[in-house]
């Protein structure tokens, strides 16, 4: 079934819901300690990004749970409805750098967003939504088992699979559902090999202005597809409820998807810059998508994952 995040409702403004979809499974986080608000709390909360770490054993564990059998159920447990006239499946050159990513969400369900391989220093940071990582106002709850898999297509994983080694997020995400973006930072392949060695990396923009003309990507929850195709929108940005908006009824499944500029959605060809990526929807029906517009919390964000 769909998941309506009630943590987008102080930023939604009216827009109906975050785009990532979930089971049944219901998990809460308890709440922290009074002894748990120290001094070093206090300064970690005084630092705009927030950063999860997972242990080595908790990627070897990411990796093995995530087998083919259990990538193929994930995308038959979730029918959002037939899929839009606006997303359109993306008939172009393969685009290594998007990707599905799948987790475990904080409510305990097998679900998936949509994630981006970006240049970067380190040569392993990905690109997608904060609520593809943590529930927004609840600082306790968190995704796990996160797998990031370039080029998903069909039950194909053509440039294998990356385990999610950290997770950057605004600290006005995880307080306050404000600025819906992430940056993680995956391990090496089996092989070795650093994520953008493998598929390369999409240039980042910050400070973009809105009003240009964007193509929108998503592995969305709607059928035919199933999660299993990449379905694009191409559409101008707009300004809108303090983020930038464009035409597109891709749901569920889509979100963390990249913003691409500079791109031919035919081809393929072009620089494809990222200049946001899916946060949200107008509404269970949707016919708009909301992207945060890329500014100086974004950017602080990307630092902290490229320089890790």
Same mark, same amino acid.
């Given at each position: 079934?769909?998941?309506?995040?009630?943590?987008?409702?102080?930023?939604?403004? +009216?827009?109906?819901? =975050?785009?990532?979809?979930? %089971?049944?499974?219901?998990?809460?986080? &308890?709440?922290? @300690?009074? /002894?748990?608000?120290?001094?070093?709390?206090?300064?970690?909360?005084?630092?705009?990004?927030?950063?999860?770490?997972?242990?080595?054993?908790?990627?070897?564990?990411?990796?093995?749970?995530?087998?083919?059998?259990?990538?193929?159920?994930?995308?038959?447990?979730?029918?959002?409805?037939?899929?839009?006239?606006?997303?359109?499946?993306?008939?172009?050159?393969?685009?290594?750098?998007?990707?599905?990513?799948?987790?475990?969400?904080?409510?305990?369900?097998?679900?998936?967003?949509?994630?981006?391989?970006?240049?970067?220093?380190?040569?392993?940071?990905?690109?997608?939504?904060?609520?593809?990582?943590?529930?927004?106002?609840?600082?306790?709850?968190?995704?796990?088992?996160?797998?990031?898999?370039? +080029?998903?297509?069909? =039950?194909?994983?053509?440039? %294998?699979?990356?385990?999610?080694?950290? &997770?950057?997020? @605004?600290? /006005?995400?995880?307080?306050?559902?404000?600025?819906?973006?992430?940056?993680?930072?995956?391990?090496?392949?089996?092989?070795?090999?650093?994520?953008?060695?493998?598929?390369?990396?999409?240039?980042?923009?910050?400070?973009?202005?809105?009003?240009?003309?964007?193509?929108?990507?998503?592995?969305?929850?709607?059928?035919?597809?199933?999660?299993?195709?990449?379905?694009?929108?191409?559409?101008?940005?707009?300004?809108?409820?303090?983020?930038?908006?464009?035409?597109?009824?891709?749901?569920?499944?889509?979100?963390?998807?990249?913003?691409?500029?500079?791109?031919?959605?035919?081809?393929?060809?072009?620089?494809?810059?990222?200049?946001?990526?899916?946060?949200?929807?107008?509404?269970?029906?949707?016919?708009?998508?909301?992207?945060?517009?890329?500014?100086?919390?974004?950017?602080?964000?990307?630092?902290?994952?490229?320089?890790?």
């Amino acid at each position: 079934m769909p998941e309506t995040s009630t943590s987008l409702i102080r930023r939604l403004r +009216g827009r109906a819901t =975050g785009l990532v979809v979930a %089971g049944t499974a219901l998990a809460l986080a &308890a709440p922290l @300690p009074a /002894t748990a608000v120290t001094g070093q709390a206090r300064a970690a909360a005084a630092d705009p990004v927030s950063v999860m770490t997972y242990t080595a054993k908790e990627r070897r564990d990411a990796l093995a749970y995530w087998t083919t059998a259990r990538i193929k159920a994930v995308g038959k447990s979730v029918d959002l409805g037939p899929t839009g006239p606006k997303a359109k499946p993306y008939k172009g050159s393969a685009l290594k750098t998007v990707g599905r990513l799948f987790f475990v969400n904080a409510r305990g369900a097998d679900t998936w967003c949509t994630a981006t391989a970006v240049k970067s220093a380190n040569r392993s940071t990905v690109m997608t939504a904060a609520h593809c990582v943590r529930m927004g106002s609840s600082p306790g709850n968190t995704n796990t088992s996160m797998v990031f898999v370039p +080029g998903y297509n069909k =039950g194909n994983k053509p440039y %294998g699979a990356f385990a999610v080694r950290s &997770a950057a997020t @605004p600290r /006005t995400w995880e307080n306050d559902s404000l600025n819906d973006m992430s940056a993680l930072v995956v391990d090496a392949d089996k092989n070795g090999r650093k994520l953008t060695d493998v598929v390369g990396g999409r240039p980042i923009a910050f400070d973009r202005a809105v009003g240009g003309t964007v193509t929108a990507l998503g592995y969305s929850a709607t059928r035919p597809q199933l999660g299993e195709e990449l379905l694009r929108c191409v559409g101008k940005t707009k300004r809108e409820h303090g983020t930038q908006m464009i035409p597109c009824d891709l749901t569920g499944g889509a979100s963390g998807g990249p913003w691409l500029a500079d791109f031919d959605a035919t081809t393929g060809k072009g620089k494809g810059v990222l200049v946001s990526v899916n946060a949200s929807l107008d509404s269970l029906e949707p016919t708009k998508m909301y992207g945060e517009a890329m500014r100086a919390t974004a950017k602080k964000v990307y630092d902290r994952a490229q320089k890790s």
